[in-house]
Structure formats: C-alpha cells, structure tokens
C-alpha cells in the first residue's frame, strides 16, 4: 500500500527510516569489508583500469615499505620491477577480458629492494571498471624453491657425475626408480632393463639372504655404511661390493638411495698380498735352512772327512777274505752316502760348488735317457720330447742331471703300477701377464724344461711345502726328503724358477726356467775316468787346524810317496816355510782358519818360496769361500770330504801345471 507523502512533500516517515536502516547495514557492510582487508595477511590492492591505486591494505605497507598515503598517489607501474608500462596495460586488458588472472612478478620495495609476489586480479565492472587485487608475498617460498632446485641440480651432478654406482630403488616393491650410467657402465645392465625391475629379478645379489639383512639393517638404523655383499655383473662375473643406503623421500615415496663401491680389485691386492707375504716367510725359512746347512757343512763334512779317509786307509791294509774288509766298505759306503747328503743341502741352499757352461740342454737330457730308464723301470713309459732349435743355458751339467734325475724318481714313486712320464723341453719368451699370479717368474727368454707324471698327483695342502728340505710323504726310511728341495736350490742357483701343478688323481707337472744364454753354445768335452792316483816325490806343506784332518792328509799324501811337512796353524806353516833346507813344490791349506786365512797365507808363503803352488781345501760351502777370494778363476779347490784318490789326482794335477 502506497503511503502518502508527508506535509512538507517530504518521504513517507517509514521510507525514511527504511532508508537509514539500508544506509547503516552498507557502512556496515563496508566497514566489515574495510576490517576484512586490512587484517588479511595478504596484500591487497584496489585498481583503476589504467593501473592507479585506489585502495591498499596494511598488509601490502608492510611488504612494500611504503605508507597507505605514498602508495595512494602511485600506479602498479611504480611498483613493479619487471614489466614496462606497456606491458602491465596489456597484462590489465588480458585481466579485463578474462574477468581474472593469476600470475607471479616482482615488486621493488622502497628500500629499493625487490620481492616475489603471487597476484591474484579479478575486474569488476562498476565505476568505470576495477580490479580487486591480492598480492601475496612468496620471496621465501621462491627462496626455498631455488634453493631445493639447486639442491637437486647438485644432487643429479653427484648423482651422474659419481665414479661409484649410485641407485635409487623403492621401498615398498624394490623395484629401481634411477640408476647412474657408472651402474650402467659396471653391472653391464641397459637403462631399459634396469627401470622397473627388482634387484632380484635381475639377479644382481649373489646371495639372497644379504639382501634381506640389508632392509632389515637399513629399516631399524634408516641407514647403513659400508656393507659388504657380492653382486653378479649382467656377464655372469661376481664382483664385491661395499654397499651404504639411507631412506629418502621422493614425492612422498620412501625410497633408499644406495651407493656401491667396488672393492674386487681392493680384495684381490689383499689377497695377494697375503700370498705374497707367506712366500716371502716360506723364502725365508728356506734360506734360514739353507744358512743353517751351509753353517754345518764345515764340521760335518771334517767329520766325514777323518771317517771316510781313515776307513779307506785302513781298508787298504786289510785282507779282502778277512771279515774287518767287509765292515769298513760298509763304512766308507755310509760316510759316501753322508757326504752326498751334504751335497744336496748344500745345493738346496744354492751354495755348493758348480762348475757351469754354456750347454744344449736337449744334448744332456738326451745322454741320461738310458740311465733314466733304468731308474724308473720298466713298468713306466718314458717319453722324451726334445724342442727344435733350442737356446743354449749356463749351467753346471752335472745338475741337470741330479735336476732330472730326482724329478723322474718323484714321479716314479707317485705312479702305482705301470704309468707314463713325459720330459719335454722347448724355447719361451714369458711376458709380465705370463708372470702374473706365478710366483718368483720374471719376464724374459727361458728354456723350459718339463718333466710330468700321470701319477696319484700332490694334495693342495701339501703342494705349498713340496720344496721344503726334509719334508716328505713317504714313510720312514724310505726318502730323506730332500730330493725336491735340492731340485729347488740347484734352479735358483742357476737364475731359474721352478713351478709345480697337480690334481689328485690326474698326476704332477714341475716345469723349469732357465734363463737362455746369448753365447754360442760348444759340445761338451767327455771327461776321461779318473784312474788309481799316480805317486810322487815332491815336497808338500799340508796346513789345517783340525788335528784329525791334518794326520789324515799327512797319512795320505805319504802313502802316495810324498814328502809332507804338517804345520796346524799358519804361524806354525810361516815357520816350516822359513827353516825348511829344500825346496817345497806345493801348499796344501785349508781355507778358513784363525789369524790368517788360507789365501792370505799362499800370499805370504810365496815371498818366501816364489813359484808355490797351491790347492785350497775346506768343508765350508762355495758362498762362503767365495766371499775370500778363493774361487777366482785359475784357483784350484778340492773340497771335503775327499778319499784318497781324490786328493791324490788333484795334487797331481796342480803340480804338473
């Protein structure tokens, strides 16, 4: 119902107060709004379409620095620092158009700062057209942002650039999520084979079980360092690893990124160094021994010396039907088999004494094959196979023989029944991958000697001590095992190296090296046999302090028509020399005796009898000797044990020089 106007013309009282009413619910309204805005912790900005400020809120102040009056009188383009003036009316016309738009710039603050703002702008068509603005400040959400993008730049450079492989697997299934081209390039795997699959599946882990100690490890502790495993490689190859992996997050996943350090060449380093240091203990117990039986062979081989030289003596002044004749054969037998111990010793401790030369080594294999036959029997087959166009050695001959010898009756005793040895020789030229893993081989040019049986073959953990003096398989009395370690110390004498392969059941092969001699290589001379010693009438100064050798000597020469003047000490042989009427032809000394050794004698002795002839005598080993001066060339040396006969031949021969 229409109420009428009032008198003076005026709205009907109730308009009016309806009118009032609407007015205060809209300040109301605006109020609330205006609350609304300046409290929101985001920027807020009331625009004209050609960009000036209208409204702000105190919110923006604070991110601009800037006072609600200072930004009043300004435009957006006083605050943006990236866009041109053109290029916000054109961003202000897209917003018209699209009724809204959100994006991201920067603003300079008054400092002249500048931060990351997200706008959020919607136009509204009243009064000529407004944009409602908010404006949130994401500086420290960009920060963070770069920062994390930084981060996984870095991440992926480590990732890709790492010399280690470096994968990234799922928690939950196992399967790969990454890998680096170093896993790639190791495991020998392709990417398409890798992605999606499961370590299981591609059968990576040796052993199964690893695997699960590794989650349950990495699941109590959320990592784990260097966890040793073994991987197979997609060739078949087992490699050792050590493995580290924690728990990472990755797009809300729990995944665990895994680094693997090869450690094959590391363990094998170890190894051999391992084996290299036990070589070097057993080379030094070796020549601990060999010190040892070179220490003893002076009084040993004196010993044997006065037995086997009064043993012949007396044999030749018994009766051969009288009973005594027997006995002292058996001891001469005993002292000869004794002094040919003390040879071997000696040769295992590369000190005996040799005389090399340049030789064909198939020639003096060849002149012992008869001898060989007949000690191996006839039950074993020997099979010679000599190399074409051999390069010649320099080497005593008579150890080659023992080399042969001994090795054939090794394999001799490993054959039950009948059997097969072959002897083989041939040219090498071993280059460093030849040696490697082959223990005291060097480069160079050899002549190989092989010598192999298809006997019961060496157990593994008896094929280590083979070449240790003494040791042997065989039961008592029937071996003094000595036969290989004389083998060994003849071939080291010699610059070689000797090698032994076996399987149990399949038999044995030992090959020796001999290092090849550049010199042309002359037919061995055949030394004539020695017959009964001549005797003599020549004057002989015989010097040793040991009493027992010295009356042997003395007994000997003499029995052989000789004139011997003793002297026991080389003050004692100064004076004889000295007071002496006639003439002394020869001077026969031991070598090693207290105050004046036997060469500094000689040297002596000839001021006072220019022309003196000399033969050296001593049981000490060649080294040792050597060490004196004594073995130069055109020196002559008999050493003990001697019979007779030896020493008679060999005064003979220095005195008719």
């Known amino acids: 119902m229409n109420q009428p106007p009032g008198p003076d013309g005026s709205a009907p009282p109730q308009m009016v107060e309806r009118r009032k009413h609407v007015e205060a619910s809209l300040q109301q309204s605006e109020e609330r709004h205006r609350d609304i805005i300046q409290t929101a912790m985001d920027g807020f900005w009331l625009t004209d379409t050609r960009g000036r400020l209208l409204e702000v809120n105190a919110a923006y102040c604070r991110m601009s620095g800037y006072s ?24 202000i016309q897209s917003v018209v158009s699209a009724g809204e738009m959100r994006f991201e710039t920067r603003h300079r603050r008054k400092d002249g700062d500048l931060f990351e703002i997200e706008v959020s702008a919607k136009y509204r068509p009243v009064e000529g057209g407004r944009m409602v603005i908010f404006l949130r400040d994401i500086t420290e959400r960009k920060r963070a942002e770069e920062s994390l993008r930084k981060s996984e730049e870095k991440f992926a450079k480590a990732f890709l650039a790492s010399p280690e492989a470096i994968t990234i697997t799922s928690m939950e299934d196992g399967k790969y999520v990454e890998v680096n081209d170093v896993f790639l390039r190791k495991t020998g795997f392709r990417r398409d084979e890798v992605i999606g699959r499961t370590s299981i599946e591609l059968g990576i882990w040796v052993d199964a079980a690893d695997r699960q100690r590794f989650l349950e490890e990495l699941t109590a502790k959320g990592a784990l360092r260097d966890f040793a495993v073994s991987y197979r490689m997609h060739s078949g190859e087992i490699r050792d690893y050590l493995v580290s992996g924690e728990q990472i997050e990755i797009e809300g996943k729990t995944c665990i990124l895994t680094f693997a350090f090869d450690i094959t060449e590391r363990n094998r380093a170890e190894e051999e160094r391992v084996r290299l240091e036990a070589q070097l203990r057993q080379a030094q117990k070796m020549e601990s021994v060999g010190r040892l039986a070179g220490g003893v062979a002076h009084d040993y081989n004196n010993m044997l010396g006065v037995i086997l030289g009064n043993a012949e003596m007396a044999l030749s002044q018994v009766d051969p039907a009288d009973p005594v004749h027997a006995d002292l054969q058996e001891i001469i037998q005993a002292a000869e088999r004794s002094a040919r111990i003390t040879r071997q010793l000696l040769t295992f401790a590369r000190k005996q004494i040799v005389a090399p030369k340049v030789l064909d080594l198939n020639e003096t294999v060849a002149g012992i094959q008869q001898m060989l036959a007949r000690l191996i029997g006839e039950d074993i087959q020997l099979d010679w196979q000599p190399g074409p166009d051999l390069w010649p050695v320099r080497v005593d001959p008579s150890q080659i023989d023992q080399i042969v010898a001994n090795l054939c009756i090794n394999a001799r005793d490993a054959i039950a029944g009948t059997g097969r040895i072959a002897i083989e020789t041939g040219n090498v030229a071993l280059s460093a991958d030849d040696c490697a893993g082959r223990p005291g081989l060097v480069p160079g040019e050899y002549v190989r000697l092989s010598v192999q049986d298809d006997g019961c073959g060496i157990d593994a953990a008896v094929l280590p001590h083979i070449f240790e003096p003494f040791f042997t398989t065989k039961g008592i009395g029937e071996g003094t095992g000595l036969g290989l370690s004389m083998v060994y110390g003849a071939v080291q004498q010699n610059n070689g190296f000797i090698t032994a392969e076996s399987e149990p059941g399949k038999g044995t092969t030992f090959t020796i090296y001999l290092p090849r001699h550049l010199i042309e290589v002359r037919p061995l001379e055949k030394a004539a046999r020695p017959g009964a010693p001549p005797g003599g009438r020549e004057t002989i100064l015989v010097v040793e302090d040991e009493p027992a050798i010295l009356s042997l000597a003395t007994r000997m020469l003499e029995k052989q028509g000789y004139a011997v003047l003793a002297a026991k000490s080389p003050t004692e042989a100064e004076r004889l020399a000295r007071d002496h009427a006639d003439r002394i032809h020869l001077l026969v000394t031991d070598v090693i005796m207290p105050g004046v050794n036997g060469l500094e004698l000689w040297r002596r002795l000839s001021v006072l009898r220019p022309g003196l002839k000399c033969l050296f005598i001593s049981g000490y080993p ?28 060999k005064v003979q021969e220095v005195l008719n020089r």
């Open 68 to 91: 609600e009056q200072e930004l009043l009188a300004m435009s957006v383009a006083d605050l943006e620092a990236d866009e041109t003036r053109e290029a916000i009316a054109r961003r």
């Open 622 to 649: 060649a080294h040792v000797i050597a060490e004196r001066g004594i073995l130069a060339p055109g020196t002559h040396f008999i050493q003990k044990p001697f019979t007779r006969k030896d020493l008679g031949l």
